[in-house]
């Protein structure tokens, strides 16, 4: 842990600036971590009430699509990295900054159709996929398959831009669009439970992870994770996912979704960036994901994750009116609360953590705590 101090306040006072492109929750949390690492961390977003320019004195409205901004933004950072893996790459590549993850990556990643490609490419286990307008072939996937999930290439996320295709009326309406070259079509992969683990490598080359999660899905969004879990395929995969970001010269914190479908872990999903999965680290290990990231990105060395209880576990709290949501106070759990300005259904308004004995004891403590909100 001394090595890593010590190079923290050889970042402080080196009075290194990092710039985080977008204002919601992810990037406001990427803000407080990096206050109490005693980093000075500026925002670019479009809106002073958004969840991290509420956080930080460091705000700069604009838009990171704007060149003339990011422009702007970059000349006052020394780096700069993204809550969100949708930043516009063409843009970004005009404005001299380093970026990390680097440009190469955010751009490889965020298109599910290269991310696929760059996945088969390197050996990685990942559903049978096409990309083709040709209904013929489609068909015939669809055949083979017994149904397949499409996905848009860009901008898909908690389900937005899925189609699930199970039935012949689904394929028919899914023939139907004009727009299926934006797609890339997956097979449809039953599974017994979705996994999700965390990793992280360091610009030193320093490869760490997290502990295995699952995670369950409501309405197509994170609705609670626990862990730590396991699976006979866990420590396999996890030495091919070091490897593959060794090759790609990856740098920071990166998610791999997964599907267990019992004799296999297959990657249903990477997301270039902190995760949503791995927000329950901002209480059950003593070096979170977001503060992890920003390790990563200056090049410090990483002391082992030491995990603060057995078990941990968090749900997110989701919006399911238009009115002000009411809060507890917590009693088995922690509240961490993004300050949204609206409520909505199905937006994700702020999560609860806690810990426990076991993953199970944990998250029906957090289950016990969400009877108390109404959101």
């Given at each position: 842990m001394?090595?890593?101090?010590?190079?923290?306040?050889?970042?402080?006072?080196?009075?290194?600036?990092?710039?985080?492109?977008?204002?919601?929750?992810?990037?406001?949390?990427?803000?407080?971590?990096?206050?109490?690492m005693g980093l000075e961390v500026h925002v670019l977003s479009q809106h002073k009430n958004d969840p991290a320019a509420l956080v930080t004195r460091h705000w700069h409205?604009?838009?990171y699509t704007n060149l003339k901004d990011l422009k702007t933004f970059a000349a006052k950072v020394d780096m700069i990295t993204y809550e969100s893996e949708f930043a516009d790459t063409q843009v970004l590549k005009q404005v001299k900054s380093k970026y990390v993850p680097s440009l190469k990556n955010i751009s490889t990643l965020q298109d599910r159709l290269t991310q696929k490609i760059s996945?088969?490419?390197?050996?990685?286990?990942?559903?049978?996929?096409?990309?083709?307008?040709?209904?013929?072939?489609?068909?015939?996937?669809?055949?083979?398959?017994?149904?397949?999930?499409?996905?848009?290439?860009?901008?898909?996320?908690?389900?937005?831009?899925?189609?699930i295709v199970k039935n012949k009326k689904q394929l028919d309406a899914f023939l139907k669009l004009s727009d299926k070259d934006n797609y890339i079509i997956e097979a449809f992969i039953p599974f017994k439970r979705e996994l999700s683990i965390i990793c992280a490598r360091t610009s030193k080359g320093q490869f760490i992870h997290y502990p295995t999660i699952e995670s369950v899905q409501k309405d197509a969004k994170c609705f609670s994770v626990k862990g730590p879990v396991t699976h006979s395929k866990s420590s396999t995969l996890i030495k091919k996912l070091?490897?593959?970001?060794?090759?790609?010269n990856y740098v920071g914190v990166i998610a791999f979704e997964?599907?267990?479908?019992?004799?296999?872990?297959?990657?249903?999903?990477?997301?270039?960036?902190?995760?949503?999965?791995?927000?329950?680290?901002?209480?059950?290990?003593?070096?979170?994901?977001?503060?992890?990231?920003l390790h990563c990105l200056l090049g410090h060395k990483v002391p082992a994750l030491q995990p603060y209880n057995k078990g941990f576990a968090m749900i997110n709290l989701i919006g399911s009116k238009k009115t002000r949501p009411k809060l507890t106070v917590c009693k088995q759990s922690k509240l961490h609360w993004y300050e949204k300005k609206d409520n909505r259904p199905g937006?994700?308004?702020?999560?609860?953590?806690?810990?426990?004995?076991?993953?199970?004891k944990a998250l029906l403590n957090c289950k016990k705590d969400l009877k108390g909100f109404d959101l």
């Amino acid at each position: 842990m001394k090595t890593t101090e010590t190079s923290i306040k050889n970042s402080i006072r080196n009075n290194i600036k990092i710039g985080v492109l977008g204002g919601g929750q992810l990037a406001r949390m990427l803000c407080d971590q990096g206050h109490k690492m005693g980093l000075e961390v500026h925002v670019l977003s479009q809106h002073k009430n958004d969840p991290a320019a509420l956080v930080t004195r460091h705000w700069h409205k604009g838009s990171y699509t704007n060149l003339k901004d990011l422009k702007t933004f970059a000349a006052k950072v020394d780096m700069i990295t993204y809550e969100s893996e949708f930043a516009d790459t063409q843009v970004l590549k005009q404005v001299k900054s380093k970026y990390v993850p680097s440009l190469k990556n955010i751009s490889t990643l965020q298109d599910r159709l290269t991310q696929k490609i760059s996945l088969t490419k390197h050996k990685l286990p990942t559903s049978p996929f096409i990309h083709t307008s040709d209904e013929m072939l489609i068909t015939q996937f669809y055949k083979k398959y017994k149904g397949f999930v499409a996905k848009k290439r860009m901008f898909g996320y908690d389900g937005y831009g899925t189609v699930i295709v199970k039935n012949k009326k689904q394929l028919d309406a899914f023939l139907k669009l004009s727009d299926k070259d934006n797609y890339i079509i997956e097979a449809f992969i039953p599974f017994k439970r979705e996994l999700s683990i965390i990793c992280a490598r360091t610009s030193k080359g320093q490869f760490i992870h997290y502990p295995t999660i699952e995670s369950v899905q409501k309405d197509a969004k994170c609705f609670s994770v626990k862990g730590p879990v396991t699976h006979s395929k866990s420590s396999t995969l996890i030495k091919k996912l070091k490897n593959y970001l060794t090759k790609i010269n990856y740098v920071g914190v990166i998610a791999f979704e997964l599907f267990d479908n019992n004799n296999d872990l297959i990657i249903n999903e990477v997301a270039p960036r902190v995760h949503n999965t791995g927000h329950h680290t901002l209480d059950s290990f003593a070096i979170d994901q977001f503060s992890l990231h920003l390790h990563c990105l200056l090049g410090h060395k990483v002391p082992a994750l030491q995990p603060y209880n057995k078990g941990f576990a968090m749900i997110n709290l989701i919006g399911s009116k238009k009115t002000r949501p009411k809060l507890t106070v917590c009693k088995q759990s922690k509240l961490h609360w993004y300050e949204k300005k609206d409520n909505r259904p199905g937006r994700k308004m702020g999560h609860i953590n806690s810990m426990s004995s076991s993953a199970d004891k944990a998250l029906l403590n957090c289950k016990k705590d969400l009877k108390g909100f109404d959101l």
